[in-house]
């Protein structure tokens, strides 16, 4: 699989990963002077590379593979935030630096029994820069969401990645077959993989889907560029008790997302001025935290954020004072007021819609930089009201860092709030404020019949009950509400996603 590598895909059955491996032995050059638990700066080995690139955009001078996996050891030792858990391994005997930096992370395991570090990753450094500052990725132009990995397993549509595709399958469609093989029921991996996930543009396969009316559907789809439109469907509603609703689907945070955040906040400040804002953040994996900030500070205005805190970044204990990637003392990330220039001209003031409090949408897929917004919110006293399901759980973060046309992800430090919150490995979760994870607001299952945006869809439709009545739609009153709010007869799952997408990035600062 071309992009990046991570460890994780849709089941044991389906979706097992093409994109791992890579082995150790067979030493590129002798390891003479690997002594176990003695480090060298990591600028010594930066940028010289087995295959230097070519052109003065590039630093890369030649270098070889052992020169790569030194620079991987020293970086890490410098800048992971487990650094003291990494063994040790001597840098001279793996062949592929990839394989090498696989190994440097911890081996511990979360009380629950998962891996304390699941977010370790690679991108080639071209295909990053081009998905993370344009939004642009080789796929159908939807995204697949993983309702139940097992058998017979339950794969649907969960949303486009551009507002207006009709010729696409609805959301909610249900994947019945890829080429020909059963997504309910076959073991044939190879090839629901080959099709849920191409590889090629102009890469072709044939679907059969069950449509949310129970029709059924043969298309063939055609793998392509798509450039993914990160915020959709604003639009401002009216609650039954009259209350003016601004709505908004924010799915990615990528350099795109920060003309699109601001049009769409200019849009709902249209007119008479909106009561409440539903941000819609379930499929929302994250990326980049300066981006989180703005709309934080777009949500709430001048008034509650002026000096205060959106983030503060703890690195690990060798780095108390000074930001290891950028060697400048240690400073909070601020609520952005102002244009930062990912995708408008920098310094440009930001609209703000004064708001006290806000209804956050979440689910699984909810993750990192989106996490940062409600944890980021709650640090200077904004109400947050949670509506869903509990988050993925991503207080962690990185500093993509490019070396020999790789891009790599390693967890370098914990953002935490104004108040000094950020103890949620577990996700928030919809409830009650207990000042920490627990989050007000109400557990309700997504909704696969209706699309996002709509009323009647069921998280939306809990989120107006709550404006206008102040609680939780009761299992009785629900019935009046109609079908939406009842519980789907399916499990929320998971949308897949590239792991960068499903992060807390930072970045220099602008």
């Known amino acids: 699989m071309e992009g990046f590598r991570h460890a994780t895909l849709l089941s044991a059955l389906v979706l097992l990963s093409s994109c791992g491996g890579g082995g150790g032995g067979g030493s590129s050059s002798p390891a003479t002077t690997w002594q176990a638990g003695q480090f060298a700066d990591a600028g010594q080995f930066a940028n010289q590379c087995l295959r230097p690139r070519s052109g003065n955009q590039y630093p890369d001078v030649a270098g070889s593979v052992l020169d790569e996996n030194n620079w991987l050891r020293a970086w890490s030792h410098e800048t992971y935030l487990w650094y003291d858990e990494i063994q040790d391994r001597n840098p001279g005997n793996y062949d592929n630096p990839l394989a090498y930096f ?28 081009a998905q993370s500052q344009s939004g642009v990725a080789l796929g159908y132009g939807m995204q697949w969401v993983i309702v139940d990995p097992y058998l017979p397993r339950d794969v649907r549509v969960a949303y486009h990645d551009q507002q207006d595709r ?54 063939t789809l055609a793998a392509e560029t798509i450039t993914s439109e990160p915020v959709q469907k604003v639009q401002v509603l009216t609650s039954a008790g009259g209350k003016r609703v601004g709505y908004m689907l924010f799915n990615d945070h990528i350099a795109t997302a920060e003309k699109a955040l601001l049009e769409a906040v200019e849009q709902l400040q249209q007119g008479n001025d909106i009561d409440e804002l539903v941000l819609d953040l379930r499929y929302n994996g994250g990326g980049y935290l300066a981006l989180a900030s703005q709309l934080s500070y777009m949500i709430a205005g001048p008034a509650r954020t002026a000096g205060q805190a959106f983030e503060i970044s703890r690195f690990n204990d060798q780095h108390p004072q000074i930001n290891p990637v950028t060697d400048q003392p240690l400073t909070p990330t601020p609520f952005y007021h102002t244009t930062l220039g990912f995708s408008v001209p920098a310094s440009e ?140 007869p399916i499990d929320d799952g998971r949308v897949h996603k590239a792991p960068w997408r499903e992060n807390r990035i930072m970045t220099p600062a602008r």
Not at 184 to 204: H, I
Not at 426 to 435: E, I, L, Q, T
Request: glycine letters at 10%.
């Open 166 to 219: 009709p010729d696409l399958p609805p959301r909610g469609a249900r994947l019945l077959s890829v080429d020909g093989v059963s997504m309910e029921w076959s073991n044939d991996v190879d090839t629901l993989n080959a099709g849920l996930f191409p590889t090629r543009e102009d890469e072709q396969h044939e679907f059969e889907f069950a449509y949310p009316d129970d029709s059924l559907h043969t298309i």
């Open 102 to 129: 696989d190994l440097l992370k911890t081996e511990a395991i979360t009380a629950s029994g998962t891996p304390k570090d699941q977010f370790h990753f690679t991108m080639s450094s071209d295909e990053w820069n």
């Open 349 to 488: 003031p930001l609209p703000n819609l004064n708001l006290s409090r806000v209804f956050v949408l979440t689910g699984a897929t909810t993750c990192s930089a989106s996490e940062s917004i409600i944890n980021g919110l709650r640090g200077v006293d904004v109400e947050v009201i949670q509506i869903g399901d509990r988050t993925c759980g991503k207080p962690y973060g990185f500093y993509p860092t490019d070396n020999c046309g790789t891009t790599y992800f390693t967890i370098q430090f914990q953002g935490v709030n104004a108040k000094g919150f950020g103890d949620y490995p577990d996700g928030f979760v919809p409830g009650a404020d207990d000042g920490q994870a627990g989050v007000q607001g109400c557990q309700v299952a997504d909704d696969y019949d209706h699309d996002l945006g709509d009323i009647n869809e069921a998280r939306l439709a809990t989120a107006l009950h709550y404006i206008d009545t102040g609680y939780c739609p009761s299992p009785v009153s629900r019935h009046a509400l109609g079908r939406s709010l009842t519980t789907p």
